[in-house]
């Protein structure tokens, strides 16, 4: 494993591992995490908490990026304990789509063809093909870039070989060709992981989905059935993965290339032939097209030609509204499935083409400022991707640039193709987007700084496209059209919808990356059948818009997220054919695939306690004795939406209101915390479809989601085939469950990428066990002693800053900012202390004080090291698990004594400075006699400053304006100070002045900006 390597010694290591288990056989012997609704009780915020993580699919161990977000929920509910509240921590498993199924298939398959144990022949490494579009894609990001068997495969080729790289012998791996082994052995695991770093779960809870687990699979089943009923789901054309020579859809698990792509959506654009001549006339009398497809309609305005390869084989294909359509033989296959042609899979050929028969053809092409363009010849167009016929813009493509000033400057160019003069002389870029720093030709600016020189300067125009396209896409404008002045953005939508209204235009699909069935199929996209969920429907986004107005997001940037989410999303497939999950109710022969039948499952937790029986799939008899079958959608239908009581159940009354009050008081969710990938999919859908569960009831909508960025390991992106990778289990072993989760916690709490740095780690074991034994020295310290009737300076100083230090890390606490709470609660309270030490000298500490530090120390630590905390508990002689303590109450914060200190240390820091500068013996010179020793001083006399110098005043009074006006940029600080007149002459030495007060304002807020201080500095000295 790159960059985590081992460590010399490991003894403090296990010290902490064995505090830890101590901890957790205490905890689980007092079941201090098992939650259970009160009899009474509202459920509201200050009353409970119920926090939760996205279930893990269960087809490996966690890794530490899994570990780092489900952080998150823990230190949560550790905060909120000590703030008295009743917190439930579930914790559930996810077995349901394909990938588990296509993992135990491919064993299945691989022993059959391979023996057993397999002998794989020896061949090089599958390379993943890299996207061969001619344009940077703007990803929909709701969609990965593998799918989740691809992306926890690691660097393996044969799925055998990926059990191997998990540390699994053959006799193991051989009992995965079963998928019901999946089930039975990963998530006994994981909890044992997760138990091990000793997390706040309710594991009564616990459960695997699908139907593998009946009490589950009935859930999601009346979930299904009440989403129908309220007409959500519907039935109709989807487009999907086909092989057309299996006839079917064709799924991960069929495939022997292309894992994970999905349908690449293009807009179609129609150019009419004008006149056609030679193999293209008389082909039909609704009119010939040549048909390209782009990824920018938006950019529609700008065309001057439309290019085509001059020896690429090309058809014209018949469609069944009467047009032919000129493009290559791939693209009409593709075609023919979509729906264009008369019949299904056969692309109607009417002619065969090479790219030379169509060269020079005038086209008439929508919303093109010219009124006639032509066909021109573009020697890089592949075959493989799009129509092969590509729509030229040159003002913001450096390609169709390129490849258009290739043509203007080489007559023999020209020549050897047949083109005329007129063709492209005339044609120049047309302006229609302007971008920052690239002006309204953003292609002839960027090529033009980059130097390239022609069409083949291939590596350099693919730099071009990328900072074109994406700065375009995020920053540009139009200036051209109806939508002038909106956002490329917003513009694109509408534009493209104008096009396709007006029938200049199609929707056309093909898959993202070339796709071969095990068939040995080059695979297409189809229309075909899907159960889907209407996300797009108008009523039901406004009324999840309404949900997300009431959301706690944590976060500007995840809001704006959500609400990008909201205004692109439209249908989502809910239904496979293929893979684990439980059966559509109403039509059996379709699964509930994975990112459906996972929107309102935390309902589900509030009652799975009562129905699990203490296993995940429901296998041995419940607490309420109650059966899966008696689990009717008018049960369901009482517990979770109110409804009157069934009137004919085998369940006991008292069993269905003791379910009914669990729901009552845990729901709704209060916080959720994930990835911020899945703001785009998982966590809106749970969104849309807790207010389709719960229109009218917004007390049962999810309160806050919190998302965090990904996790680096060392400033790298964690990776198996790198080494640079740490499942939970081995940073277990590797740091201890307390140091894992300090670095955790230090990694970063805001939605960019945080940083697991074993560094922090190692240095975070060293600190807790120093803790640990600083702790067990003051408990043996008979000296020191009690002076809270007659304290000293430096003990009123520090239990200022330890009241200071527990307001400010329960302020952090409870916006969810962990790093920020270490830091205060942990790293600065210590510094304090160590302060408090050194200045106390041989006086010695107070130990009233001392003992307080202790306490609070062990409490506010607690909630992200809870081991140590409880060891240190018990060193402290206490009988009750520190769990189970309430957050201190800080008394009041003297600030002012607070500042008389730091002026203090800062004083003694700058005389000892001085006298060390004062005594340092002066330099030689050249042939001189040495330097003499300077005598020590006897005293020195200080100067106090009644107050700061008239332009300094000058400088903090126009500085205190401005951070009131929230203006605290340098920038802006230095234009308003220029238009002081009393500066002028002191400008060299204002600014310095303005950089070291802005730090001092950090530090200690804007009172740093006070002209004078509140306390008579000779009597601190």
């Not at 905890?27 to 908490?49: F, H, I, N, R, S």
């Not at 749970?686 to 009218?696: G, R, T, V």
């Not at 000296?783 to 009737?789: E, G, N, Y």
């Amino acid at each position: 494993m790159s960059g985590v390597g081992d460590r010399k010694g490991t003894f403090k290591v296990e010290f902490l591992k064995e505090l830890e288990r101590k901890a957790q056989e205490k905890w689980d012997a007092m079941k201090v995490y098992e939650m259970d609704a009160p009899e009474t009780g509202e459920g509201t915020p200050d009353e409970k908490l119920m926090v939760t993580f996205p279930y893990p699919y269960m087809n490996g161990r966690l890794h530490l990026g899994h570990t780092f977000t489900i952080c998150k929920c823990e230190f949560a509910v550790g905060f909120q304990r000590l703030k008295g509240k009743k917190c439930l921590f579930p914790f559930g498993f996810h077995v349901t789509g394909m990938p588990i199924k296509a993992c135990a298939d491919k064993i299945k398959r691989e022993i059959e063809t391979f023996g057993y144990p397999p002998q794989f022949p020896q061949e090089t490494e599958v390379v993943e093909e890299k996207d061969k579009s001619d344009e940077p894609i703007i990803k929909d990001k709701s969609k990965g870039k593998k799918s989740k068997a691809v992306a926890k495969a690691g660097a393996g080729k044969y799925q055998w070989q990926i059990m191997k790289s998990l540390g699994l012998e053959d006799e193991e791996i051989k009992k995965f060709a079963d998928v019901n082994y999946w089930l039975q052995y990963f998530p006994p695991k994981t909890e044992m992981d997760l138990r091990a770093m000793g997390l706040r779960v309710d594991w009564r809870r616990s459960f695997i989905t699908t139907d593998a687990n009946p009490f589950y699979d009935a859930f999601v089943k009346w979930q299904f059935v009440k989403l129908k009923e309220r007409n959500k789901i519907k039935f109709g054309k989807r487009y999907t993965i086909y092989s057309a020579k299996d006839g079917q859809p064709c799924m991960d698990h069929d495939r022997s290339s292309g894992e994970g792509v999905g349908p690449q959506e293009y807009t179609l654009i129609k150019m009419k032939v004008l006149n056609p001549t030679g193999k293209l006339a008389n082909l039909g009398s609704k009119g010939v097209y040549m048909v390209a497809a782009t990824l920018r309609p938006e950019t529609m305005y700008g065309q001057t030609n439309c290019w085509v390869r001059p020896d690429m084989a090309y058809v014209a294909c018949k469609l069944k509204n009467g047009e032919v359509w000129v493009c290559t033989k791939r693209a009409a296959r593709n075609l023919s499935y979509q729906g264009f042609m008369e019949t299904e899979g056969d692309p109607s050929v009417v002619a065969d083409l090479v790219g030379q028969d169509i060269l020079g053809v005038a086209l008439s092409a929508p919303l093109a400022h010219h009124k006639t363009i032509y066909t021109l010849p573009m020697l890089t167009i592949k075959e493989d991707k799009g129509t092969g016929v590509v729509t030229s813009v040159p003002s913001d493509s450096p390609d169709d640039w390129a490849a258009l000033r290739d043509l203007k400057n080489k007559q023999p160019f020209r020549e050897k193709y047949g083109i005329r003069d007129e063709m492209v002389l005339p044609f120049d870029p047309v302006p229609i987007i302007t971008i920052p720093d690239f002006g309204d030709l953003a292609a002839v600016t960027v090529v033009d700084k980059l130097k390239i020189q022609s069409q083949n300067d291939r590596d350099k125009l693919a730099e071009a496209k990328e900072m074109v396209y994406l700065k375009g896409f995020y920053e540009g404008k139009m200036i051209i059209g109806e939508h002038s002045g909106k956002t490329v953005q917003d513009a694109k939508p509408l534009i493209k919808d104008t096009l396709v209204k007006a029938n200049d235009a199609v929707v056309y699909m093909e898959p993202e990356k070339t796709v071969i069935s095990r068939s040995g199929d080059e695979c297409v996209v189809a229309l075909c059948d899907q159960w889907y969920l209407d996300y797009g429907d108008k009523q039901w986004k406004e009324g999840t818009k309404k949900l997300l107005d009431q959301l706690n997001t944590f976060s500007d940037e995840v809001r704006k997220n959500f609400e990008s989410t909201l205004g692109w999303l439209q249908e989502h497939a809910c239904s496979r054919t293929y893979g684990l999950g439980s059966k559509l109710p109403w039509d059996e022969s379709w699964l509930i695939e994975g990112l459906s039948d996972s929107t309102i499952y935390m309902a589900y937790y509030t009652v799975a306690h009562l129905l699990q029986g203490g296993t995940y799939d429901s296998s041995k008899p419940n607490e309420l004795n109650i059966k899966a079958s008696d689990m009717t959608v008018e049960v369901w239908d009482y517990i979770f939406l109110g409804a009157d009581l069934p009137k004919s159940t085998p369940i006991p009354k008292e069993s269905l209101e003791r379910m009914r009050r669990e729901f009552l008081y845990w729901y709704p969710c209060d916080i959720r915390v994930s990835g911020k990938d899945l703001v785009p999919n998982h966590l809106t859908y749970a969104l849309y479809n807790h207010q389709a569960m719960w229109p009218d009831q917004p007390g049962n909508w999810i309160r806050g989601i919190r998302a965090n960025g990904h996790l680096l390991l060392n400033s790298e992106k964690m990776s198996k085939s790198t080494g640079n990778f740490l499942t939970l289990s081995e940073a277990i072993e590797k740091f201890s469950a307390d140091g894992m989760r300090l670095a955790l916690a230090d990694a970063g709490d805001t939605v960019e990428d945080a940083n697991f740095l074993t560094t922090n780690a190692d240095a975070g074991i060293l600190r807790l066990y120093t803790l640990v034994e600083w702790v067990k020295e003051i408990l043996e310290d008979k000296t020191l002693k009690s002076r809270a009737k007659n304290p000293t300076f430096h003990d009123t100083v520090f239990m200022n800053e330890m009241n200071l230090k527990l307001a400010e890390a329960h302020d952090a606490y409870d916006k969810l900012l962990f790093k920020e709470a270490l830091k205060t609660g942990f790293f600065e309270l210590q510094t304090a202390r160590d302060k408090y030490r050194e200045l106390c000298g041989e006086d010695g500490m107070c130990r009233d004080l001392v003992m307080q530090y202790i306490e609070w120390q062990a409490i506010i630590l607690s909630v992200i090291c809870p081991h140590v905390c409880e060891h240190i508990w018990e060193l402290l002689g206490r009988q009750e698990s520190i769990l189970n303590t309430a957050w201190p109450q800080p008394g009041p914060v003297n600030t002012t004594v607070i500042q008389q200190s730091e002026y203090l240390m800062d004083a003694v820091r700058d005389f000892r400075l001085r006298l060390k500068n004062h005594m340092m013996p002066g330099k030689a010179k050249k042939g001189g006699a040495p330097p003499q020793n300077v005598e020590a001083p006897t005293h020195c006399t200080v100067y106090v400053a009644k107050s700061y110098p008239a332009w300094q005043c000058t400088v903090l009074d126009t500085m205190r304006d401005m951070h009131n006006k929230g203006v605290t940029d340098k920038k802006a600080l230095s234009v308003e100070m220029g238009k002081k007149a009393e500066l002028k002459k002191y400008m060299k030495r204002v600014m310095p002045f303005v950089a070291f007060m802005q730090d001092k304002v950090e530090s200690a807020g804007v009172s740093a900006l006070d002209t004078s201080l509140p306390w008579d500095e000779m009597e601190v000295l």
